[in-house]
């Protein structure tokens, strides 16, 4: 019989595959070293395949789409409630196989090379403020331990790190002013790599059309929005706009029960990256209506006086999110008479 359906459970080395035939009987259910996956597909019929969306699920999507099979990634909690006891790369493989055929399963945009290779920039630029942040915190507390204070924000730590680079010499033993020395210096090597992603991602913003129109959104910048043309595309994944702001996780927790609707706080089960850019885009926004209240919308206005301000931050998010997707979908700039 021939296969219809193909459960992959992705590893470094060793694959497991769980085929099935029109009529639903198991064909076969077994490991394929890495050097055998591409040959075992490529002898194939084309077929359905299902893969759990992992780090390297894009790149073998890709490749057995060049077969001519038909490839859906799926994320790893929606397989979870088809495995049905224990733990084995066997039962994860017929868990997948179960998940990709049915009708309400929920699917992951294959990434194109040029979507992950601008989504490294991202990767890489994260990984490393998040280390210039650890930097500057024990460095902070390190010369607080000798009385030494650092004011507060980055422009005042990367400043006194500076002056320590060019030779200034603080009051204290040798060897904790060698300490702070080789500490000022990684800081400074950080923050310049930092700023070289930052270069890059602003080059690659004015060479890509889709990135220059998310950019007439307020609040949205550079970072953001190459961000968002990384990771979506240009969103004809999601079916409105408020599929896109649900998969970023800004919209209210259902817990509606016996015909009572109940709304909590945001479910914050999508992507934390694109969601933190968004919501720290219009902390900024909020800043600007505070102080130049004269060319604030109407809508934040009112919401700032009856809301917090972070409450407002994370609606405002919401909002901009439904916007970003309306602007691809219509592969037009954003215009604030057509803003909902």
């Not at 394929?32 to 395949?49: G, N, S």
């Not at 390297?56 to 790893?76: C, D, K, N, Q």
């Not at 999601?238 to 702001?245: D, T």
């Amino acid at each position: 019989m021939q296969v219809t359906t193909i459960g992959v459970d992705l590893a470094k080395n060793v694959f497991q595959v769980h085929g099935i035939a029109e009529n639903d009987d198991v064909l076969f259910n077994k490991p394929l070293r890495r050097a055998q996956f591409l040959p075992f597909f490529a002898k194939l019929e084309p077929c359905l395949i299902g893969m759990e969306s992992c780090s390297s699920a894009h790149h073998w999507a890709r490749e057995l789409t060049a077969f001519g099979h038909e490839v859906r990634l799926i994320p790893p909690m929606y397989v979870k409630p088809y495995v049905k006891r224990g733990k084995s790369d066997a039962i994860d493989a017929e868990a997948i196989c179960e998940a990709v055929t049915r009708p309400t399963m929920r699917f992951v945009a294959i990434k194109t090379v040029e979507q992950q290779a601008l989504l490294s920039l991202h990767r890489a630029r994260d990984l490393l403020v998040r280390q210039r942040t650890q930097l500057i915190n024990g460095l902070r507390g390190l010369v607080a331990e000798f009385g030494v204070y650092i004011p507060g924000g980055l422009a005042r730590v990367i400043g006194f790190a500076e002056d320590i680079t060019l030779g200034e010499v603080l009051d204290l033993p040798d060897i904790a002013n060698e300490v702070i020395r080789n500490l000022s210096e990684q800081l400074m090597a950080l923050h310049k790599r930092i700023r070289w992603y930052e270069e890059r991602l602003k080059q690659v913003a004015k060479e890509d059309a889709r990135v220059r129109l998310l950019r007439t959104i307020p609040g949205v910048g550079a970072v953001t929005a190459s961000a968002i043309i990384a990771s979506i595309g240009d969103g004809h994944q999601f079916r409105n706009g408020r599929e896109f702001a649900a998969w970023l996780g800004l919209t209210p927790a259902n817990k509606s029960s016996g015909g009572k609707e109940k709304l909590g706080r945001i479910t914050k089960m999508g992507d934390q990256y694109l969601r933190s850019l968004l919501v720290v885009g219009m902390t900024s926004l909020v800043r600007q209506t505070r102080s130049h209240p004269e060319r604030a919308s109407k809508w934040l206005t009112s919401l700032l006086e009856r809301k917090p301000a972070r409450v407002a931050t994370v609606a405002m998010a919401n909002k901009t999110a439904r916007i970003v997707w309306a602007v691809l979908a219509r592969d037009e700039p954003y215009s604030p008479r057509a803003a909902v």
